[in-house]
């Protein structure tokens, strides 16, 4: 007789359904987890709204903590009832980048939550490979586990600060104070950044950056961000910016903003057939270092576990709002009305 469970499982953009599925089955090498707690990543948003593809049948979901309820006989270092997260991203060992600790960007390269079902269900399988590369790692005690749910973002951010080379003092432009921004925003300060700049139209998130350490705050819809940041700077413009927006017009300005020999990280992803001109000159005779991130590699992930454990940075302020196991789509509708920042699923409240 199988058991079944509740999980939210995509069928077409638009269309996710709340049903009664069988508990994956454990075999030989595979952890299967309790989840609960898990949260709503602006690229599940994405897939909802038709921009990345899923297959019909998958359960999303790659941020999320929970307690191993069955392990194989063949895994070791795992007992039943350790507390767990999972570094999502699936990779192959071997290639040229996994073989430079760059799993982020491997060859062979899928997603735990969109290529393997996830967590927005009470319960999820981690298959044998995953558990194999190290991909499932130990959450310690000290932490709240519905911080830890946010470990993945918070890999993210890591690396998005580290990749711009930030030296103690310099100054940072952050463009968008959604959760990705506040998070980068959190790491910078934990970093030692100098003045850091918040570009962002949200007056709540503009107030929370505030909050957060931010020390100016810019409405790109009131004031020019361009005048305001070379007001700010005695006409010199930041040491780096980090750009959170998928918009051309806020790339333009964050690539004006910047400082002779300044660098730049194309953070978030712009939508499908954006195209970008700019005068080429802007690069070539300030020196600019354009750079990029995503992801992070495992050993990211796991020093923003460590960080959060050891109370180096608190994502508290970004949790609003805990819900239902059933409410996933109502959540992923609110995110799409930017409503909200990271809103914790519970997913043992059915
Ligand atoms: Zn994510
Ligand atoms: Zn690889």
Do not use: W
């Not at 795992?78 to 699936?90: A, I, L």
Request: net charge neutral.
């Amino acid at each position: 007789m199988t058991e079944n469970m509740m999980a939210n499982v995509y069928y077409s953009p638009g269309d996710l359904r709340f049903e009664s599925i069988p508990i994956p089955k454990v075999n030989h090498g595979d952890i299967l987890i309790k989840v609960e707690f898990s949260s709503v990543c602006a690229s599940d948003v994405r897939v909802f709204k038709g921009e990345k593809k899923a297959d019909t049948g998958t359960i999303l979901g790659h941020e999320f903590v929970g307690k191993i309820a069955a392990i194989g006989e063949e895994v070791k270092g795992f007992s039943v009832g350790d507390r767990v997260t999972v570094y999502p991203v699936v990779f192959c060992g071997t290639c040229f980048y996994c073989q430079r600790g760059h799993q982020n960007m491997c060859l062979n390269r899928k997603t735990f939550g969109y290529d393997y079902n996830g967590a927005f269900a009470e319960y999820v399988l981690v298959s044998s490979e995953l558990v194999k590369h190290g991909n499932v790692v130990k959450v310690p005690s000290s932490l709240p586990p519905e911080e830890a749910a946010l470990t993945e973002p918070l890999g993210c951010s890591l690396n998005g600060v580290s990749i711009l080379n930030l030296e103690i003092g310099e100054s940072l432009l952050i463009i968008g104070a959604g959760p990705m921004g506040l998070m980068l925003l959190s790491v910078a300060k934990c970093s030692g950044a100098g003045k850091i700049f918040v570009s962002e139209i949200d007056e709540g998130r503009r107030r929370l950056a505030e909050e957060i350490g931010a020390d100016i705050l810019i409405n790109p819809t009131q004031e020019n961000l361009v005048e305001r940041v070379m007001a700010e700077t005695e006409d010199l413009g930041v040491d780096a910016a980090i750009l959170t927006v998928g918009s051309v017009n806020a790339a333009k300005d964050a690539l004006r903003t910047l400082r002779k020999e300044g660098r730049i990280n194309f953070f978030a992803g712009f939508p499908l057939g954006s195209e970008l001109t700019i005068d080429p000159n802007i690069i070539h005779y300030k020196m600019i270092h354009v750079t990029a991130s995503q992801n992070a590699p495992l050993n990211i992930f796991k020093r923003a576990l460590m960080m959060m454990a050891e109370g180096k940075i608190d994502l508290k302020p970004l949790i609003t709002g805990k819900f239902k196991l059933k409410d996933v789509k109502a959540v992923i509708e609110r995110r799409i009305k930017l409503e909200g920042l990271k809103p914790i699923i519970v997913n043992s409240m059915i």
